[in-house]
């Protein structure tokens, strides 16, 4: 590639961000691979999360943890962010974009590698190297922008009902790829929630959960929209305000749990009396997590997001924002989209506010329609996703 065009095409910052986070960390890894490759790979378990302690990567670590794993394998988490707890025995980390020649060496003779997100290289063919996702099922196309190495061992999916669907959106080779283990962020599910206190003071609680649209890093935007407010449907503060007041007449609150991948440098995020807006970020501060907001909520809104399938564990009202569907750059990865939802289509503000009345009144009339959409999708239905797991991996 000539490189005067590369740097016009691209910009000298994101050149060297290139350089710094992958290039030199691949230099070190052959290296190191040199003098590792005869090395007989040792007990040491690999996990990388979507969101840092979060997802399928921290929900098997918690796992792994609770039931004293660290005893005999080495844990090493691959974190994105400033590292803000102290690790139990046995644990240890590295920065997943920062070049470290003992990262090089302890990852390569790992056996056992997980991944929510971002999949590392594969060192020898004897290790073994799973994609927990981050998503349980795409209902947004995910070609190009998820592609599975083929060298990865296993992929969970949902069911073989899906698989097909899996195979092509993650680019594999095969459904024997396929692992339907269930998922481990799923298990939280079949647990007693913890009750959070910022949410004590309403009757009910809404979680509106979309994709993000612009972010995932060096300036992606999947719609040809705009949001100034993080969200599709709602453009301005003035609406947002006659929404407050319609949810304060009903003592709902709305949660507006944005995306980890959301770029919200240039959105107005205002909080209001019976609308707040929350990042991951925000979520750790409150010492509590998404899964656990979930558990604690009385309907969710989405849109193509797989947060939407996990919310069948639950067996609450679904309502689908599909208001930009036409800005929507990646569509969507079925035809025949009435076939994988379960919940009213809210197109306008109008359908908004029925849904709201809806949750208001306790009125459910996809109740039925849910049950056949989980049961299509999900394979596994209890809270034994980890262990299974663990039993694949014969730990």
């Given at each position: 590639?000539?490189?005067?065009?590369?740097?016009?095409?691209?910009?000298?910052?994101?050149?060297?961000?290139?350089?710094?986070?992958?290039?030199?960390?691949?230099?070190?890894?052959?290296?190191?691979?040199?003098?590792?490759?005869?090395?007989?790979?040792?007990?040491?378990?690999?996990?990388?999360?979507?969101?840092?302690?979060?997802?399928?990567?921290?929900?098997?670590?918690?796992?792994?943890?609770?039931?004293?794993?660290?005893?005999?394998?080495?844990?090493?988490?691959?974190?994105?962010?400033?590292?803000?707890?102290?690790?139990?025995?046995?644990?240890?980390?590295?920065?997943?974009?920062?070049?470290?020649?003992?990262?090089?060496?302890?990852?390569?003779?790992?056996?056992?590698?997980?991944?929510?997100?971002?999949?590392?290289?594969?060192?020898?063919?004897?290790?073994?190297?799973?994609?927990?996702?981050?998503?349980?099922?795409?209902?947004?196309?995910?070609?190009?922008?998820?592609?599975?190495?083929?060298?990865?061992?296993?992929?969970?999916?949902?069911?073989?009902?899906?698989?097909?669907?899996?195979?092509?959106?993650?680019?594999?080779?095969?459904?024997?790829?396929?692992?339907?283990?269930?998922?481990?962020?799923?298990?939280?599910?079949?647990?007693?929630?913890?009750?959070?206190?910022?949410?004590?003071?309403?009757?009910?609680?809404?979680?509106?959960?979309?994709?993000?649209?612009?972010?995932?890093?060096?300036?992606?935007?999947?719609?040809?929209?705009?949001?100034?407010?993080?969200?599709?449907?709602?453009?301005?503060?003035?609406?947002?305000?006659?929404?407050?007041?319609?949810?304060?007449?009903?003592?709902?609150?709305?949660?507006?749990?944005?995306?980890?991948?959301?770029?919200?440098?240039?959105?107005?995020?205002?909080?209001?009396?019976?609308?707040?807006?929350?990042?991951?970020?925000?979520?750790?501060?409150?010492?509590?997590?998404?899964?656990?907001?979930?558990?604690?909520?009385?309907?969710?809104?989405?849109?193509?997001?797989?947060?939407?399938?996990?919310?069948?564990?639950?067996?609450?009202?679904?309502?689908?924002?599909?208001?930009?569907?036409n800005d929507y750059k990646l569509g969507l990865s079925v035809d025949n989209v009435d076939d994988y939802i379960a919940g009213d289509k809210i197109l306008s503000f109008e359908n908004l506010l029925?849904?709201?009345?809806?949750?208001?009144?306790?009125?459910?009339?996809?109740?039925?329609?849910?049950?056949?959409?989980?049961?299509?999708?999900?394979?596994?239905?209890?809270?034994?996703?980890?262990?299974?797991?663990?039993?694949?991996?014969?730990?």
């Open positions: 590639m000539n490189i005067i065009r590369y740097l016009k095409r691209n910009g000298f910052r994101y050149a060297l961000n290139v350089l710094y986070q992958y290039k030199i960390q691949k230099i070190l890894d052959s290296i190191v691979i040199r003098f590792t490759k005869f090395k007989k790979l040792q007990n040491i378990i690999v996990i990388e999360c979507h969101t840092d302690f979060d997802n399928n990567g921290g929900a098997f670590y918690d796992y792994l943890i609770r039931n004293n794993y660290n005893k005999k394998y080495k844990i090493i988490l691959l974190l994105k962010n400033r590292l803000v707890r102290t690790l139990p025995e046995n644990v240890d980390y590295f920065y997943l974009k920062k070049p470290s020649l003992r990262k090089s060496y302890l990852l390569s003779l790992s056996k056992f590698f997980l991944f929510d997100n971002d999949i590392l290289r594969k060192y020898r063919k004897d290790q073994k190297h799973f994609y927990l996702t981050h998503g349980c099922f795409p209902l947004k196309n995910t070609i190009g922008k998820i592609t599975v190495p083929n060298y990865v061992d296993f992929v969970l999916s949902p069911s073989g009902n899906v698989d097909n669907i899996i195979v092509k959106q993650f680019g594999l080779t095969s459904k024997e790829q396929c692992l339907h283990t269930g998922f481990p962020c799923h298990d939280i599910f079949y647990s007693k929630p913890e009750p959070l206190v910022f949410l004590s003071d309403y009757d009910k609680k809404i979680i509106w959960a979309p994709t993000f649209r612009k972010g995932g890093g060096y300036n992606r935007n999947d719609s040809t929209a705009s949001y100034p407010l993080g969200i599709p449907l709602l453009e301005t503060l003035d609406e947002l305000a006659n929404l407050n007041i319609y949810l304060s007449q009903r003592d709902i609150v709305l949660i507006v749990k944005l995306h980890p991948m959301q770029d919200i440098s240039d959105l107005e995020l205002k909080q209001f009396s019976h609308i707040k807006f929350l990042t991951n970020q925000d979520l750790n501060r409150k010492n509590t997590n998404l899964y656990q907001l979930l558990m604690n909520s009385d309907a969710l809104l989405s849109d193509y997001s797989a947060i939407s399938y996990d919310y069948l564990h639950l067996d609450k009202p679904i309502g689908y924002v599909f208001s930009d569907l029925h849904f709201i009345d809806n949750i208001y009144l306790e009125i459910d009339k996809n109740k039925e329609k849910r049950k056949e959409l989980f049961n299509k999708i999900f394979e596994k239905q209890d809270g034994e996703s980890c262990e299974r797991l663990a039993q694949i991996m014969e730990l």
